[in-house]
């Protein structure tokens, strides 16, 4: 038996329409779930009555066996190339290697479920591990960065807006915002297993069943917080799918950015950092170069994640209720997205981990007496000028320091007391890395005993287990 249905055609499926349609290529990576699927099934068959408890046994312990040996043949890339094309899909692969296995008691497999309540369960079966796991790729990057962030505590870098210098800040609180970000994706990602985990199967073809299946039991057997409570709706829908493409997205979005930003660092022209060599790459020209090819991937892979979401979202658009087979079309994407968010996830985490900061280049670039300039201005603050003033008299400074070919801090007192008369000589301490972090107090700030007792919320997070998350 090599398809699901059949009886009422006179011909087979031609081999081009075949090839076109099969999706075992794709779907064969729910073979795992939707063994688990199939055990429990069958246990509520037996359980039912609906079929015998003792063919209910045999389907068990056949299905048991061939799901060795299918995972087996998965290794086998030869044998599957052919099963790609024998085969429709993960579900008719299974039910003919049961059928091969047991004979025809193997024909009660399928009783009271259809492939399109099937094909729901086993993806969630499935997004639920995938999932999961990319939540703890996540913390594994957070860890490498909190890792670095807490072996390069006192490192101060400029801050920049519009990519121009701005202020100084702490390379721990820079850092730390990205942990902020991936700690939200990994929220996010998280989040989406509570809509995703209703159990959709015995919602049928579109309608339900007739048979007095027991679907409580089969939610909870396979650890789903309830039955689906529309069969319509269980079987039409992938928004599940879709908002786990969205949030890796997101998250690439995120990493994107954190790998622009570590390439710029790499430059020559900041120099704040060096990837080590099992991480970078060379010219095959230039013999002095060593380039962030890693990171420039990550950037560059992030168009493929969001072309992925966009499949999705466009696939689904416009499908009359309930299933349509469009929705095939959900794994490649889908599957797509989850490989590439694995892959990133793991050689960020090793070249964050293995990258070296070059703390004299930063402390280098951080005493550019530019980067002061708003701690003067709010020294004038603090003695009473008003903002508008500070700002004004400050601007003036600049301006005057820039036509001079002068350091901010190279301006005499007098030009500075010229200005106003509040000044007085302590006003040059104010041009010190240490000095200017040290002076933050809002919250949320660069201040270092902030970022110390993040760092440390942070590390206590790590440490609490994965249901604590939220
Ligand atoms: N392979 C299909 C999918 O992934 C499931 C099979 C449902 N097919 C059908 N003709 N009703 O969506």
Known sequence: MKKLWGA??????????????????????????????????????????IISKSD?????????????????????????????????????????????????IAEKLHTGRSRNDLVSTSTRMYLRGKVTGLCEAIRRLEQGLVAQAEKNQKVVIPGYTHLQRAQVILLAHHLLAYVEMFERDQVRLFDALKRLNECPLGSGALSGSGLPIDREYVAKALGFSAPTRNSVDAVSDRDFAIEIASDISILFMHLSRFAEDLILWSSQEFGFLTFSDEFSTGSSLM??????????LVRGKTG????????????????????????????????????????????????????????????KASRDSFLFATDVLEYLVK????????????GTLVGKALESH????????EVYQKHSSVFERDVFDLFDPEVSVKGKLSIGSTRPEFVQKELARYKKLFRTKGSKRN
């Open 406 to 413: 002068k350091t901010l801090s190279g301006l005499s007192l």
């Open 8 to 49: 009422r055609f006179k011909s087979e499926l031609h081999d081009v329409a075949k090839e076109f349609t099969y999706s075992l290529g794709t779907d064969y990576a729910l073979l795992d779930s939707e063994m688990q699927v199939n055990l429990v099934h069958c246990e509520m068959l037996g359980k039912t009555g």
């Open 287 to 296: 013999p002095h170069k060593k380039n962030p090819d890693v990171l420039e």
């Open 56 to 104: 209910a046994q045999i389907l068990i312990q056949g299905l048991k066996e061939i799901w060795q040996q299918l995972s087996r043949s998965l290794d086998n890339s030869e044998k599957m190339n052919q099963n790609f094309l024998d085969f429709e899909d993960v579900h008719t692969w299974i039910q003919t290697a049961l059928q091969k296995k047991i004979g025809p």
């Open 383 to 394: 003695r009473k000028v008003s903002f508008r003033k500070a700002h004004d008299i400050m």
């Open 304 to 363: 493929e994640a969001y072309g992925n979401l966009f499949s999705l979202l466009t696939t689904m658009k416009g499908l009359p209720l309930s299933y349509n087979r469009d929705m095939q079309e959900d794994k490649r994407p889908l599957f797509g997205s989850i490989r590439l968010a694995e892959q990133v996830l793991r050689v960020l985490e090793l070249t964050v981990r293995t990258a070296s900061i070059n703390s004299e280049n930063c402390a």
